[in-house]
């Protein structure tokens, strides 16, 4: 058990599989529609990594649309709320996610606003969860 996150010893909820199957098609909008409820709807500690991947998705839809700012804006929030969580939680690989957002984040930070058209998607974070 993480301490202060005995939440993280549960299996994952059904609506929290869906939004990160959505991250994981590239669905970003769609995942970020399903991981808010769940996100607004937890009121323990685990409802950080729900955020977290939320605005990492967000971040990558940002790219996406060519949104520079936005999208580093939230790859830092959203690195932000994963920094507090332990490793693995309701088997969800936060130390991976947290590790391949990272390298996004630096990949953009070298690129520049004028790069951005060359971050390919390949790039883009997959959250790795127990099936």
């Not at 060519?66 to 709320?81: P, Q, S, V």
């Not at 936060?94 to 790039?123: F, K, N, S």
């Amino acid at each position: 058990m993480s301490k202060g996150w005995p939440c993280c010893d549960e299996p994952l909820p059904e609506e929290v599989r869906r939004g990160l199957e959505q991250f994981n098609a590239g669905e970003y909008f769609e995942q970020h529609e399903t991981l808010e409820h769940a996100w607004r709807a937890e009121t323990r500690p685990v409802r950080e990594i729900y955020q977290g991947i939320l605005q990492i998705g967000v971040a990558c839809y940002q790219i996406q649309r060519g949104n520079y700012a936005g999208a580093l804006k939230m790859l830092r929030r959203g690195l932000n709320h994963l920094s507090r969580a332990p490793d693995r939680c309701q088997g969800i690989d936060v130390a991976r996610l947290r590790e391949d957002a990272r390298r996004l984040l630096e990949r953009l930070e070298t690129v520049g606003v004028e790069g951005l058209p060359r971050i390919d998607a390949r790039w883009f974070p997959r959250v790795i969860f127990d099936v």
